[in-house]
């Protein structure tokens, strides 16, 4: 029996958010299975030291801080991955915040963060490798969304909101594009540094009631995984990974 076709190898995949969690997991996966991955998150110094992680057990990465809100710095993280690898055959765009809160708390300056960092930062990853993949005839974006895609929960309207569109975006461009897959990534409860934000005291305690029963990163870089691991022709539009036990 032959062995599998690897479709990850040599890979170029750039990943947001990826100095911790989720990013951080797949992208340890995907540079263990060939693929060169580049790291982009705000927190340089814990990207540095992952990218030399990933050298010393044999894998290929690079680092570079990005602020995903910001088009400019999109762009320049994209740039300098096509530029050092030679070209870009995915992004995932993982970047996220979740400060929870009842709307009745007028936390305003969190709900722009969320709406910047969720959903501009997604239009921004998308913007700019969409010329790369057009001039390739081939590509690969893979969005985080979440199980608040598909439910609404008190202390999360604005968050749920923000992944609702996530999807919404996600389900457009796969609708318009002919050479481009779309992968949405829907996780249910992770154990991350996701809600550490959190400035309510009712959303603290709903997040910590929710992690009660939580996934590991690991699981949703293996979802990650899969999605990537396909021939060009076969386009997985999205993957929820929830708990066993979770009801959410």
């Known amino acids: 029996m032959s062995n599998p076709v690897n479709h990850v190898e040599n890979k170029t995949v750039i990943i947001t958010g990826a100095s911790s969690g989720i990013g951080e997991a797949t992208a340890k996966l995907l540079a263990s299975r060939g693929a060169n991955v580049v790291l982009g998150a705000r927190r340089t110094e814990r990207l540095d ?3 030399t992680e990933i050298e010393a057990s044999g894998g290929k990465a690079m680092a570079r801080a990005v ?3 910001n088009g400019e710095s999109v762009e320049a993280l994209v ?3 096509k530029n050092m690898f030679g070209r870009v055959d995915a992004i995932f765009n993982n970047a996220g915040v979740m400060p929870l809160s009842h709307m009745a708390e007028l936390k305003t300056d969190e709900w722009d963060n969320m709406i910047n960092v969720n959903i501009r930062g997604v239009l921004n990853g998308i913007a700019a490798v969409l010329p790369i993949f057009k001039e390739q005839g081939i590509g690969h974006v893979i969005n985080t969304a979440s ?6 929960a008190p202390s999360a309207a604005v968050y749920c909101a923000t992944k ?8 457009g461009l796969r609708q318009e594009s002919e050479n481009v897959r779309v ?3 829907s996780p249910g409860v992770v154990e991350t540094e996701l809600g550490h934000d959190i400035t309510d005291e009712t959303g603290k305690e709903m997040l910590k009631q929710f992690r009660q029963i939580a996934l590991s990163p690991d699981a949703i870089a293996r979802a990650v995984l899969y999605a990537l691991d396909q021939p060009a022709d076969v386009d997985v539009n999205e993957v929820i990974v929830r708990p066993t036990a979770s009801a959410f």
């Open 49 to 51: 030291q992952l990218a």
């Open 67 to 69: 602020d995903v809100t």
């Open 79 to 81: 740039y300098h991955a």
């Open 147 to 152: 199980i608040a895609a598909h439910v609404v």
């Open 164 to 171: 609702y569109a996530v999807w919404a975006i996600s389900e």
């Open 183 to 185: 992968t949405i990534i």
